[in-house]
């Protein structure tokens, strides 16, 4: 089994910073790549940010130039410095870890999720 946790989450105005990180622990042969979703009232799970194992990352769109994720393989831990805030980033993030438990197979497995708040 593989366990999530994450820490970071809060409120915050509008135009301030968060930094959320998460870290994999557990039976972990590779993790493929790591991410951050976020989840709004009344809205579907959206992709924010992913990084992977060799370090090429991918943006929603709304975050690009506002957020950065980074990653240490070493330590199965992935982070996400969000600036910039905007009311609308208000979610439940949650994070992400693909991680390859066999040759053959791999799993994704989700955190608990961190509330983040921006006031207007």
């Known amino acids: 089994q593989v366990q999530l946790v994450e820490s970071g989450g809060g409120l915050v105005q509008a135009g301030g910073s968060l930094r959320l990180s998460c870290a994999a622990s557990g039976i972990i042969f590779k993790i493929n790549a790591m991410g951050w979703y976020r989840q709004a009232p009344g809205k579907q799970r959206e992709l924010v940010a992913r990084i992977r194992s060799g370090g090429n990352t991918s943006y929603a769109d709304s975050v690009k130039d506002r957020f950065a994720i980074s990653r240490d393989n070493a330590k199965n831990t992935v982070s996400l410095q969000m600036n910039s805030l905007k009311p609308e980033d208000t979610a439940v993030y949650y994070c992400?870890?693909?991680?390859?438990?066999?040759?053959?197979?791999?799993?994704?497995?989700w955190g608990q999720g961190t509330q983040v708040t921006v006031s207007s």
């Open positions: 992400n870890a693909n991680v390859r438990l066999t040759t053959t197979s791999n799993y994704d497995y």
